[in-house]
């Protein structure tokens, strides 16, 4: 499975973005997706995930209530709708996809391909 993600950009405290994240292959629909961040001189840290069905979605409480995953499986894509972005939501963003197949999200899913980032700049 090969992921491009795009979408970042320069946007204003309270704005919103949508990033997307294509994928390659015919497994997308059976792989639950998530997305990362990775704020400069900071870890990696999970996001938001959606399990290969688009049933359900799991949420880093940092965002939650402010960010949605979902995904539009003929279409291969993932995507994060961002609201309310704050100065603290700059990093760089990576979609990713489980390794396995038909899991459900929650802590401790493991991703194994991963796209190449997207910059989110939120200036205040």
């Known amino acids: 499975v090969q992921l491009q993600a795009s979408g970042g950009g320069l946007v204003q405290t309270g704005g919103s973005l949508r990033l997307s994240c294509v994928a390659s292959?015919?497994?997308?629909?059976?792989?639950?997706m998530a997305w990362f961040r990775q704020a400069p001189g900071k870890d990696r840290e999970f996001v938001a995930a959606i399990n290969w069905g688009g049933s359900s979605a799991y949420y880093a409480d940092s965002v939650m209530g402010r960010f949605t995953v979902s995904r539009d499986s003929p279409r291969n894509t993932a995507y994060l709708r961002m609201n309310n972005l704050k100065p603290e939501d700059t990093a760089v963003y990576y979609c990713?996809?489980?390794?396995?197949?038909?899991?459900?999200?929650?802590?401790?899913?493991?991703?194994?391909?991963w796209g190449q980032g997207t910059l989110v700049t939120v200036s205040s």
């Open positions: 990713a996809a489980e390794k396995t197949e038909f899991s459900e999200v929650g802590p401790g899913l493991s991703y194994d391909y």
């Open positions: 292959g015919r497994t997308f629909s059976r792989k639950a």
